[in-house]
């Protein structure tokens, strides 16, 4: 085993007045100053975790930490995550160098669609379709988050596919024992084209579907551990409107991030690096700071290193 320290940036709009102490972690705010108060609408929260590798380290102390947030996030009400914020992360024990790994984010501008003639023509296209359909796939534009977009999005399927009588009959008689409304499936799997990814949202019991609606999951996308399905049921949605009402809607097949927002568009990446004052004490305000724009290390603060396989794997 061996022991490692973690500093995570929160990004949220609560002001943290006075350092605390919670299960372990240490919050505090990212920048604060007797003049200014606290500033940069941000958190350091930081522990000292033992695990067997680096990678069971980031990822236990992330997934301990992600509920604490929720909770901190609904008591201060407002804006506040931890979902792709930057970190670090450094070996304690036999780490003379201070070598670490560092995951470094930025917040991207948004990037715009045109809307065109041919958005124009597939606005015509679309007129029959009910206009509570649309008002979902919007709101799925609108919020920012995949559980948020996973949620909008399956309402809006079931809004597409709409509903079917169900009868329900006895196996020995036949007799008809009940009816109710319930989802078209053959209109579901119809827009979906795939049983596989049908199932992962309907199947009966531990769908994404009804996991997410009775509160039973957090984290739906991890259901298909390689794939995101926002980005799946958007294309499925925007092909069936192409090939069915011809309409010239963007399958967004190429593109990385298809739901566009005004904030929290983030990219980033993992650098190991290295302290340049080995008697420095390590900081992620600081590392963070010694990065441009472009995401180039200004080697102020740190420096890289390089990270060979049989180094990661003995970290």
Wanted: charged content about 30%; proline content about 3%; hydrophobic content about 35%.
């Amino acid at each position: 085993m061996h022991h490692y320290y973690i500093e995570h940036k929160i990004k949220t709009l609560a002001d943290c007045w006075d350092p605390f102490n919670y299960k372990g972690f240490h919050f505090q705010h990212w920048d604060f100053t007797v003049q200014d108060a606290c500033k940069g609408q941000a958190w350091i929260v930081c522990k000292e975790v033992e695990a067997e590798n680096v990678i069971e380290a980031i990822n236990g102390f992330r997934n301990e930490l992600r509920p604490i947030i929720a909770r901190i996030g609904y008591i201060a009400q407002c804006y506040t995550t931890m979902e792709w914020q930057s970190w670090l992360i450094m070996r304690i024990d036999d780490n003379p160098e201070k070598n670490f790994l560092c995951f470094y984010s930025r917040e991207d501008k948004p990037v715009g669609l045109h809307f065109d003639k041919e958005e124009i023509e597939s606005l015509k296209k679309l007129e029959d379709i009910d206009d509570k359909v649309f008002f979902y796939l919007n709101e799925s534009n609108l919020v920012g988050t995949h559980l948020s977009n996973t949620a909008m999005l399956i309402i809006a399927l079931e809004g597409l596919a709409g509903e079917e009588i169900i009868k329900k009959e006895c196996t020995d008689c036949h007799k008809k024992l009940d009816e109710w409304k319930g989802l078209n499936k053959d209109k579901a799997k119809e827009i979906i084209g795939e049983d596989d990814v049908y199932k992962e949202i309907f199947g009966h019991g531990d769908g994404i579907r009804n996991l997410l609606f009775h509160g039973k999951v957090f984290d739906p996308i991890s259901r298909i551990p390689h794939k995101n399905i926002n980005v799946i049921l958007l294309r499925k949605i925007n092909k069936y409107f192409n090939s069915t009402f011809g309409t010239k809607i963007d399958p967004m097949e190429n593109i990385v991030h298809p739901q566009r927002h005004i904030l929290g568009n983030f990219s980033g990446g993992y650098r190991w690096l290295s302290m340049q004052d080995k008697n420095e004490e390590i900081s992620l305000k600081n590392v963070i700071e010694d990065f441009d724009e472009d995401g180039n290390v200004l080697m102020k603060v740190c420096f890289h290193i390089s990270a060979p396989k049989e180094f990661i794997d003995s970290y």
